[in-house]
């Protein structure tokens, strides 16, 4: 049967000790109410001892959130635990993180002490916090490269105490998967009283392995992942929340379930970095501008085929509307046909053909292709040859001072005239040359831009046009303003289906 995992985020304690990412108590409460939001277990708002604007986070963050264990971290100090306790008063649920360097690099190099003197030490500290708060959490810091007899046997005395809540922290990211499952299984099966207290996990990244060594954690019976949105952390940062979740979701073979809200994990991931000013990169699991995005022929062919050729997550379900097609020089014709089709246009393989040699063409010499290129690209192709042509346009008027038109079209092999008042000589044109045509047309959007400037300005106009509700775009350039709109909407006339 599936058992809870617990989500402990850590964003605002160790994600916000990275350089740059620091936050003041009102971006703080922003990002707990999201992380709340997001459905986090237990909440660390901080290192209260640390500075008083720290201790005022996590003050207001308990006052602000209601539904996650708010905790606050100390080391195994009483006047640490005693501030710590003392900023978690206004907490729903608190939880304090006590705890001490247990490997022989920290007993001897950091503390120059003893393996007993520090085991008196962490009991002395987990008693001195359970007398002030609802609930203890011990950490062995370090614990990824310490000793696993005496990491059992401190262990087993801090439960003794009574912490309820046992982290491992890989506080170097040293640990192989292997080894740190080894580990949290070493602890389940060697430690008496281990029933009384959930293991947790808290990995780093330095080799890249957090979330392997997490899950790896998870698998040999963790029941707690301490983790960060987007991962940050540390020099090369936590186990990030949104890795772990996913992974777990989309392995039903891991025994165990998170509360998490996974809608609302892009959100989450974009208000984090943008207050933390932390960019994510683009290929980054899950929450990077890629993580959904398809570029090579092949592959896009396949996800339009259908999108589990090449996705395991359906984008949906972190947030993210929809899948990308991205348009490059590796693109396929799959991937053109895909965006032509979104744009309003349906091309028979022949003319497909044409447009995708020049469409290389134009790939080849920028990066990436976007809606705009593709219309231009589209204007030439279609303009070659147009159903309607403009035969004779005349005007008279000025823009808001009304105006009259008179337009000549060859429509197909006719010639058809027509004319009309506007309210300027733009919107008559439009009026004149809508009288000749018969579908129902609405003009959506309309914008003019100047291409050289000096006496001979070149004028070029996008417009785009409504009809069946799917848009047709046109473009038209002229030095007269009047004529340049006419050529568009005659260009994006000669879009629409063929009756
Ligand atoms: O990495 C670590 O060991 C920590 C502890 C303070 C929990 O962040
Ligand atoms: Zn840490």
Redesign the pocket.
Known sequence: MSEKLWIFD?TLR?GEQVPGCQLDTREKIVVAKALEALGVDILEAGFPVSSPGDFNSVVEISKAVEDPIICA?SRAVEKDIEVAAEALKYAKKSRI?T?IGVSGYHIEHKFRSTPDAVLEKAVKAVKFARNLVGEVEF?A??AGRADPEFLAKIVEAVIKAGATVI?I?D?TGYCLPEQYGNIIRFLKENVSNIDKAILST?C?NDLGLATANSLSGVLNGARQVEVTMNGIG?RAGNTSLEEVVMAIKSHKEVPVYTGINTKKIYETSRIISKLMNMPIQPNKAIVGRNAFAHSSGIHQDGVLKNRENYEIIDPKDVGVEESSIVLTARSGRAALKHHLKLLGFEFDKEKLDEIYADFLTLADSKRDIGRKDLLSLLGEHLENAPFIEMKEVFYEGSEGAGGHAKVVLAIGEEEKRSESDGNGPVDAVIKSIKKLIPQQVILDEFLIQAITKGSDDVCKVHMRLMHNERPYHGFGSETDIVLASAKAFIDALNKLPVK
């Open positions: 850590t160790d971290l993180h705890g950490y810091e370090d982290n922290p506080t808290h780093h540390e």
